[in-house]
C-alpha cells in the first residue's frame, strides 16, 4: 500500500468513527467500506461481517460482499449442519483466542484444512484473513477479507485491517445492541407495540385508541390436561398450539399481542370501511390456518400426547392500544369491551362445540349472517349478544366484498379437507 494508500487508509477510520455510525444499517456501512478499502489500494474481492444475534430461532447475522453480487444478507441458525461447519471454522478459533486467523491459499489442498478453503480456493482466492470484533459483551463479531491478488494480501494491508477493526468493533456492536432492544421487544411484546415503546411510548397510560379485530383462542380442557401431564409435556403441547397460532396470525398481517396460560390474544388493527374488511378476511383466514396447523399436529405429535382442539372467537370495534400497569411494571397491550366480548365469545364456543364464533359487529363488517346461531348471555354483558358461526360459502354474504371475502376463507377449507 503506497503513501497515499495510508492516508486513505487513516481516512476509512475518520470516516468509521465520524460518520458511518449514522448509517441506518450495517449493509450501507459494509458497500462503503470495500469501496473505501479498494481504492486505498487494499484489493478486497470478499468481505464478510458477522454480528451475534439475541433471537429465538437465530445464532447470528451476516453481511456477505462480494465483487460479483454485492451485499447479501444472511442468516443463520443453530442447525446441526451449520453447528458442524462452525466448529471447523476459521470463526471458531477467532471467537475462542480472540486472535486474528489468516489462510494463505495454496493450489494444492492441504491436510487438515478449514473447511471454508476449498470453496475460497475454488473461487480463485489467494489469501484470507478472519478478525474479532471486539465487543464490550463476551460473545464477538468477525471481519473477514479475501482477495484473488496472486501475490495476497501484504503486511501494510494487514496492519490496515486491523487498524480499521477497531471502530468497525464499536459500530457493529453498537448496531447490534439495536438489533437485540428491536428482536426481544418483538419477540415479547410484537412488532407494533415494540416500536411504539423503542419510540417513546413508555409512561403508563401512553397509547391510542384504535379500530381492530380481535381474536380470542384457548385450548379445550387444558385445566384437566395440565393436572393429567408432566409439565415437559404440558410445555410440548403449548408450543404445538402457540406454534402454529402465531405463524398464522403473522401470516396474514396481524400480530399476537399475548398467550396468557392457554389463550391467546391478537389483532388485526384497521382504519376504514375497506381495511375492516380486508382485517376481518384476514383473521377468518388466520383462524381456519391454524385449525389445519393443530389437525397436523394431532396426525404427526407423538402418540403419548393427546390431540388437541381449541375454540375461537372473533369480534370487531375499539380497543385502547397501549401502557396499562404499575409505575414500574407495563404491560403494552389492548383493552377494553372488545377485548372482553371476544375473549366470551371464544369460551362460548366450547359449550356450543363449535370452532369459530363470531360476533355480529364481526359478522356485520362482511356482511354474512347466514350462520347465525341464536343470542346468548355472555359474562359481564346485561343484554343477550347474538353470535355465529363461520359461512360456508359467498353466497351467504349479502355484500360483493364480503363474498369474495368467505369465497377465499370458503376455498381454504375446501382445500384443507
Same mark, same amino acid.
Given at each position: 500500500m503506497s503513501i497515499h494508500g495510508a492516508i486513505l487508509s487513516a481516512d476509512i477510520v475518520s470516516w468509521l468513527y465520524e460518520k458511518a455510525?449514522?448509517?441506518?444499517?450495517?449493509?450501507?456501512?459494509?458497500?462503503? =467500506?470495500?469501496e473505501r478499502t479498494r481504492e486505498a489500494g487494499m484489493l478486497v474481492d470478499r468481505m464478510w461481517i458477522s454480528i451475534p444475534v439475541l433471537h429465538p430461532s437465530l445464532r447470528a447475522k451476516g453481511f456477505h460482499w462480494t465483487l460479483e453480487k454485492g451485499v447479501e444478507l444472511r442468516y443463520y441458525r443453530g442447525e446441526p449442519a451449520l453447528e458442524q461447519m462452525y466448529l471447523n471454522s476459521p470463526l471458531k478459533v477467532v471467537h475462542d483466542t480472540g486472535e486474528?486467523?489468516?489462510?494463505?491459499?495454496?493450489?494444492?489442498?492441504?491436510?487438515?484444512?478449514?473447511?471454508?478453503?476449498?470453496d475460497l480456493r475454488?473461487?480463485?482466492?489467494?489469501d484470507y484473513i478472519a478478525m474479532p470484533l471486539v465487543f464490550s459483551e463476551a460473545t464477538p463479531g468477525t471481519v473477514s477479507m479475501a482477495t484473488r491478488e496472486p501475490v495476497g494480501f501484504n503486511d501494510t494491508d494487514i496492519l490496515a485491517f486491523e487498524t480499521i477493526a477497531q471502530p468497525l468493533s464499536m459500530l457493529c456492536e453498537a448496531q447490534a445492541l439495536k438489533e437485540k432492544a428491536e428482536t426481544v421487544l418483538n419477540t415479547y411484546v410484537g412488532p407494533r407495540a415494540g416500536a411504539r415503546v423503542l419510540n417513546g411510548e413508555i409512561k403508563r397510560g401512553d397509547g391510542e385508541r384504535i379500530s381492530a379485530i380481535v381474536g380470542f383462542a384457548d385450548l379445550r380442557?387444558?385445566?384437566?390436561?395440565?393436572n393429567q401431564l408432566p409439565s415437559d409435556k404440558i410445555i410440548e403441547l403449548l408450543n404445538i398450539y402457540f406454534g402454529a397460532m402465531s405463524e398464522a396470525v403473522e401470516r396474514n398481517g396481524g400480530e399476537v399481542l399475548k398467550f396468557i396460560g392457554d389463550e391467546v390474544l391478537s389483532v388485526f388493527p384497521y382504519e376504514n370501511e375497506e381495511g375492516a374488511r380486508v382485517a376481518a378476511m384476514q383473521a377468518l383466514l388466520t383462524a381456519k390456518e391454524t385449525m389445519q396447523g393443530i389437525q397436523r399436529a394431532n396426525d404427526t405429535s407423538c402418540p403419548m400426547l393427546p390431540d388437541l382442539r381449541l375454540g375461537m372467537g372473533l369480534h370487531a370495534g375499539d380497543v385502547f392500544f397501549g401502557n396499562v400497569g404499575g409505575e414500574t411494571r407495563l404491560d403494552f397491550t389492548v383493552v377494553g369491551p372488545t377485548?372482553? !366480548?371476544?375473549?366470551?365469545?371464544?369460551?362460548?364456543? !366450547? %359449550? =356450543?362445540?363449535? %370452532?369459530?364464533?363470531?360476533? !355480529?359487529e364481526f359478522a356485520d363488517i362482511l356482511g354474512c349472517h347466514a350462520g347465525a346461531l341464536g343470542s346468548y348471555y355472555l359474562k359481564g354483558f346485561e343484554e343477550p349478544q347474538p353470535v355465529f358461526t363461520a359461512p360456508e360459502h359467498g353466497s351467504d354474504c349479502k355484500t360483493e366484498e364480503g363474498k369474495l371475502a368467505w369465497d377465499a376463507y370458503g376455498a381454504l377449507k375446501t382445500n384443507a379437507s
Open positions: 455510525r449514522f448509517y441506518p444499517n450495517i449493509s450501507q456501512v459494509l458497500e462503503e =467500506l470495500v486474528s486467523v489468516r489462510l494463505q491459499i495454496t493450489q494444492e489442498a492441504q491436510e487438515n484444512e478449514f473447511g471454508i478453503v476449498p475454488e473461487a480463485g482466492f489467494t380442557g387444558f385445566t384437566q390436561l395440565s377485548v372482553n !366480548k371476544a375473549s366470551r365469545i371464544a369460551g362460548l364456543s !366450547k %359449550d =356450543l362445540n363449535q %370452532d369459530i364464533l363470531t360476533s !355480529k
